[in-house]
């Protein structure tokens, strides 16, 4: 008799123990869910309500309701940002500043990652902990030098000098992540080109970039947003004196320093606008390829 109680007091116990265990998790999902909610709002409520309020006045935006939507909908604070704030300019050289450096950024980080990650020679682990180590130097510490570098070299106020500057510091995060992912790659596809004579560029641009896609589009928008919404290295080295080459977060700078002057606030938060929603269009459509670049490597 004993022993047939045993089991069923056992069977009981493990049941609990499952609902128990079951319970946790539901509570656990739902508040992470209530979590991510709020992260949701506390993300996209600042957003919505910079687009609602460059079409506001000065008397809707520091009157009693600043959190209603405007009255009417004009487009004139956009076009003060665009023509009077020179936003369109700016914005024009930021898109072909942010388009040569990322480019460069990523043929030349693509190859040297891929050349670190299936190539073995002396010193290969020594070039790569250079490249990594570039990740923890901030970029307040090498201003002045850069801003003295850029000026012996005849570089500085030129579009050429922010071009080269950005591709050098985008390197070591790109080399980090696409050496990484590079090495989940399988060897045997590149190894059956060489054999049917492919060089090793060849091999390189026909067979293994196009392999590293996911990989290759994630670590692109991450360039573009981090060289898009750069600020300290264009005000070094895109003095006042070039303003006819300044990029978009000097204009948006420029109009919140003038905007104590002029009230022109629905303006700033136009011009704000403008900067984001570019950006934001890029993730959207890419946001799926994102997120398989970066789980590829990481389930491989």
């Known amino acids: 008799m004993a022993t047939d109680v045993m089991p069923v007091a056992s069977a009981e116990a493990s049941t609990s123990r499952k609902q128990g265990r079951g319970r946790s998790v539901n509570v656990f999902g739902g508040l992470s869910h209530v979590a991510l909610l709020i992260w949701a709002i506390l993300v996209i409520f600042p957003i919505v309500w910079t687009f609602l309020a460059s079409f506001k006045t000065n008397t809707e ?20 940002a665009w023509a009077k704030a020179h936003i369109g300019l700016y914005l024009v050289n930021t898109i072909k500043v942010v388009a040569i450096s990322t480019f460069l950024t990523m043929l030349f980080g693509s190859m040297a990652a891929y050349v670190l990650a299936r190539y073995t020679f002396f010193g290969n682990k020594a070039i790569y902990l250079l490249f990594v180590s570039g ?13 003295l570098t850029m000026k012996n070299l005849g570089l500085l106020g030129t579009h050429t000098g922010v071009v080269l500057v950005y591709v050098a510091y985008s390197l070591p995060f790109t080399v980090f992540f696409l050496t990484a992912f590079f090495r989940t790659l399988p060897t045997s596809v590149g190894e059956a080109a060489m054999m049917d004579g492919c060089s090793h560029t060849r091999t390189f641009f026909q067979i293994m970039m196009p392999m590293a896609k996911p ?9 573009v947003i981090g060289q898009w919404n750069q600020y300290l290295l264009p005000i070094v080295l895109l003095p006042g004196d070039a303003q006819d080459k300044w990029l978009i977060t000097q204009g948006i700078a420029n109009i919140s320093t003038n905007a104590g002057y002029e009230a022109d606030w629905a303006g700033l938060f136009a011009a704000l606008s403008m900067a984001i929603i570019p950006v934001l269009i890029v993730y959207i459509i890419f946001q799926r390829q994102i997120q398989s670049g970066l789980t590829t490597g990481a389930l491989k």
Do not use: C, E, K, Y
Not at 215 to 223: A, C, D, E, K, R
């Open 135 to 147: 990740l923890s130097f901030p970029v307040f510490l090498a201003l002045a030098p850069l801003w």
């Open 61 to 80: 935006l520091f009157g009693d309701t600043p959190l209603a939507l405007p009255h009417q909908f004009h487009w004139d604070a956009w076009g003060r």
């Open 215 to 223: 990989g290759l589009v994630s670590i692109t928008i991450f360039n």
